[in-house]
């Protein structure tokens, strides 16, 4: 069994109810949703934002950023794309999708 290249962010029910509005084109300029925004945020630039924020490598050095530096950067590239999401939206998404949903990627 091969193991995929990329997470595919994929939303799921959870325990708020917020994650409906989540999966809802989100009034951006682009017409994403919020998850995909969310995702491509993650995995742009071969995924150095998803490797800066669980704190992993590149190129073989240790990418050194801490979490509330991703997650502002994160609430900025909302922000360009005309959405408001407030960096506690932000981080209980990650949360959810980094540490219930995904949690064998989390531990890799």
């Not at 949703?33 to 491509?40: A, N, P, T, V």
């Not at 959810?96 to 531990?107: D, V, W």
Request: charged share 30%; hydrophobic share 30%; proline share 3%.
């Amino acid at each position: 069994m091969s193991t995929p290249s990329a997470i595919e962010f994929v939303s799921h029910q959870e325990d708020d109810n917020q994650s409906h509005s989540w999966m809802k084109p989100d009034g951006g300029k682009d017409g994403l949703s919020s998850i995909d925004r969310l995702q491509y945020f993650l995995l742009k630039d071969d995924a150095d934002n998803l490797r800066k924020y669980l704190g992993g490598f590149k190129n073989g050095k240790k990418v050194k950023v801490s979490k509330t530096r991703v997650i502002n950067d994160c609430c900025q590239y909302f922000d360009k794309q005309g959405v408001k999401r407030t960096s506690s939206q932000i981080k209980s998404k990650l949360t959810y999708l980094i540490t219930k949903q995904y949690p064998i990627a989390f531990k890799a």
